[in-house]
């Protein structure tokens, strides 16, 4: 069973471009959550998505950020007009859905490390 | 509200004990998570905790005290790669699924 899949690995954009940051849950998972972390700082949640719902993105800034989790396919989370201030690394991570359970575990995805230069 | 709050740094000593503590709020809380992060990696999964006392995982153990609002991870017989950065997050009732996490602890294992 693969685990949580994120792609690209590694992304380099110029100030100004667009950053399209991908996340294939665990199989079987649909709850997937995003999460920016800088430099010797902890996780900051962004969003919860449910396929084709989001559930909760207090944590998305209100402009250039945006993510969806279409029926097919992978979740994205996409940053328009990227600043050096995005650079940062982004990970994603996955729960399944359970039944009687408020709570799952997450499990996380390699992460996006995002430079912009 | 619901911080989660955690100690930044620990320094600890090759086959020692060490124990991180981590507080949070106690109104609707339903149970708290610990994680790992080695640098430059993404957060694994240690243990998650519901009821009170102490749960053993092989070398790593995680207590909760729920009237308390406390938990701690405690590492037994360090080793130099347990050096990491330990996550702890809580998860409240009307978050849907959302965790609130700490700043983590950063953890340096020396010879």
């Known amino acids: 069973n693969a685990g949580v899949m994120q792609n690209p690995r590694h992304l380099v954009r110029r100030r100004g471009q667009e950053a399209r940051l991908r996340c294939s849950p665990m199989k079987g998972h649909s709850h997937v959550y995003w999460y920016r972390q800088l430099p010797e700082e902890g996780l900051k949640f962004m969003v919860y998505l449910q396929k084709e719902n989001i559930i909760d993105e207090s944590g998305m800034p209100k402009e250039r950020f945006s993510a969806e989790f279409p029926k097919e396919g992978p979740s994205i989370l996409r940053i328009q007009q990227v600043v050096r201030g995005d650079s940062a690394a982004y990970f994603c991570a996955s729960s399944p859905r359970t039944h009687g359970s408020s709570t799952d575990e997450q499990y996380f995805g390699p992460g996006t490390r995002l430079t912009v230069t | 509200g619901q911080n989660i709050d955690q100690p930044t740094e620990m320094t600890a000593t090759e086959g020692a004990i060490v124990q991180i503590n981590c507080t949070y709020q106690?109104?609707?809380?339903?149970?708290l998570f610990w994680y790992q992060q080695h640098a430059g990696e993404a957060p694994t999964f240690l243990s998650y905790n519901v009821l009170d006392g102490l749960e053993e995982k092989g070398r790593f153990s995680s207590f909760l005290s729920r009237s308390k609002g406390y938990s701690y991870l405690l590492l037994k017989e360090l080793q130099m790669k347990d050096s990491a950065s330990y996550l702890c997050?809580?998860?409240?009732?009307?978050?849907?699924?959302?965790?609130?996490w700490g700043l983590g602890t950063s953890l340096a294992v020396n010879p």
């Open positions: 106690t109104s609707g809380f339903n149970g």
């Open positions: 997050a809580g998860s409240w009732a009307g978050n849907n699924r959302k965790l609130i």
